[in-house]
């Protein structure tokens, strides 16, 4: 079980493919395949949350986002700080 499951398993897809993208970027980390710095900057570019707000205009589901986006990006952080 990793500390992105909850949100790979989200009903959201755009929730659902970030958690799944930053496990693959984790596990790449983990395996030596990416450095710490590749890993930051590929986490960043996962979670822009500036591109989400031009792509949906629902408000409620925009926050949902933007709050999953949040925690996944403290996870990051405590796996950068590793």
């Known amino acids: 079980m990793s500390q992105f499951d909850q949100y790979i398993s989200d009903s959201d897809a755009v929730i659902?493919?970030?958690g799944t993208d930053?496990?693959?970027a984790t596990n790449d980390l983990s395996a030596?395949?990416?450095?710490?710095?590749?890993y930051k900057e590929l986490c960043g570019d996962i979670l822009d949350e500036t591109s989400l707000a031009t792509l949906i205009t629902d408000m409620i589901r925009?926050?949902?986002i933007y709050d999953a986006?949040?925690?996944?990006a403290t996870i990051v952080g405590d796996i950068s700080s590793l």
């Open 16 to 18: 659902s493919k970030a």
């Open 69 to 72: 986006f949040k925690d996944l």
């Open 22 to 24: 930053l496990e693959t």
């Open 32 to 38: 030596g395949s990416i450095t710490k710095d590749e």
């Open 62 to 64: 925009l926050q949902k």
